[in-house]
């Protein structure tokens, strides 16, 4: 694939944002989904920022273990974040986060049902978002667990505010560490 502009990415992020949007305000205008809550309190942040580094640090230590993933997140954050610039990273963090757990874990599970089953329909639809091309298939894998995670964090909480502070912060560690050349790259393992 071809290197992306960073005008290419910023519209690619931005119009990704709105059409998941779209969807699922449309979602829940054309049918009966109760949105899970969105509870600004104290613990829900704590607990958004915990999940959120714990998520990170795992993708760490996969990342050092799993070869196929680390190729799949090399080339994921090499072709989103190299043509970036530092200020554009705020965005990567907060439309991503907000629109997907919108769609996914505010609108999609309860749908589904908060259960097991609405968790993977959930949570495959959320990792497949993720696939750019089918030699990522490890990063989808690795999309989808997360997805799951953060729906058991919806559901265990009872607030949409845990997974979308967790995801922004995700977004935003992992887009800072390698934008500033913190994170590593199979390249230089």
């Given at each position: 694939?071809?290197?992306?502009?960073?005008?290419?990415?910023?519209?690619?992020?931005?119009?990704?944002?709105?059409?998941?949007?779209?969807?699922?305000?449309?979602?829940?205008?054309?049918?009966?989904?109760?949105?899970?809550?969105?509870?600004?309190?104290?613990?829900?942040?704590?607990?958004?920022?915990?999940?959120?580094?714990?998520?990170?640090?795992a993708s760490?230590?996969?990342?050092?273990?799993?070869?196929?993933?680390?190729?799949?997140?090399?080339?994921?954050?090499?072709?989103?974040?190299?043509?970036?610039l530092i200020?554009?990273?705020?965005?990567?963090?907060?439309?991503?986060?907000?629109?997907?757990?919108?769609?996914?874990?505010?609108?999609?599970?309860?749908?589904?049902?908060?259960?097991?089953?609405?968790?993977?329909?959930?949570?495959?639809?959320?990792?497949?978002?993720?696939?750019?091309?089918?030699?990522?298939?490890?990063?989808?894998?690795?999309?989808?667990?997360?997805?799951?995670?953060?729906?058991?964090?919806?559901?265990?909480?009872?607030?949409?505010?845990?997974?979308?502070?967790?995801?922004?912060?995700?977004?935003?560690?992992?887009?800072?560490?390698?934008?500033?050349?913190?994170?590593?790259?199979?390249?230089?393992?």
């Open positions: 694939m071809e290197p992306l502009t960073r005008i290419q990415v910023l519209i690619a992020m931005g119009v990704t944002a709105v059409v998941l949007l779209l969807v699922a305000k449309l979602w829940m205008h054309l049918g009966s989904v109760n949105l899970l809550p969105v509870k600004l309190t104290t613990e829900a942040i704590l607990q958004g920022v915990g999940l959120g580094l714990g998520v990170t640090i760490s230590i996969i990342y050092r273990f799993w070869a196929a993933y680390r190729i799949s997140a090399d080339y994921y954050l090499e072709l989103v974040l190299k043509p970036l200020p554009d990273l705020v965005w990567l963090g907060l439309l991503p986060g907000l629109s997907e757990e919108l769609l996914f874990r505010g609108v999609m599970l309860p749908e589904f049902g908060l259960t097991l089953e609405g968790v993977l329909i959930s949570s495959v639809c959320f990792g497949v978002l993720h696939l750019s091309n089918f030699k990522q298939w490890a990063y989808v894998v690795w999309a989808t667990c997360i997805g799951a995670l953060f729906a058991y964090s919806a559901i265990w909480t009872g607030n949409l505010l845990v997974p979308i502070v967790a995801h922004v912060l995700t977004n935003l560690i992992a887009a800072f560490m390698w934008k500033l050349g913190d994170y590593p790259r199979a390249s230089n393992s």
